[in-house]
């Protein structure tokens, strides 16, 4: 975990962690995530994923994706895009043909609203 991670953590705990222990919080999660690392993704992946697979995806359905592959990935192999992708079709729908094509044209995610 990265000074940058630690640092998005206690912001996130603050209002939890008083102040005058927040430093002290920071040094402890760095030390106790020194030997392992962590790649994450974001329901904004999720979303550009499904869009290139040409699927849709509400904020919910995203979470869902992420959620899914998190615990049904091979761990020989890990996430990537193309797990993304492949996991897309099962928590949205099939882009309508302006969706795609905007897609297409400005690569900004295209979400779906919720139902």
């Known amino acids: ?34 030997d392992e690392i962590s790649i994450g993704w974001r329901v904004g992946d999720a979303h550009c994923a499904a869009n290139e697979a040409g699927y849709i995806l509400t904020e919910e359905g995203a979470r869902s994706l992420l959620e899914a592959v998190e615990h049904n990935h091979d761990a020989a192999y890990g996430i990537n895009w193309d797990t993304l992708r492949d996991e897309a079709s099962s928590h949205g729908r099939k882009l309508t043909a302006k969706e795609k094509e ?3 044209e400005l690569r900004i995610p295209v979400i779906a609203e919720a139902a």
């Not at 991670?5 to 040094?27: V, Y």
């Open 1 to 34: 975990m990265n000074a940058n991670t630690i640092s998005t953590l206690i912001a996130r705990l603050s209002a939890f962690i008083p102040a005058d222990q927040r430093a002290a919080a920071a040094a402890h999660l760095a030390l106790v995530t020194r």
């Open 102 to 104: 905007d897609f297409e």
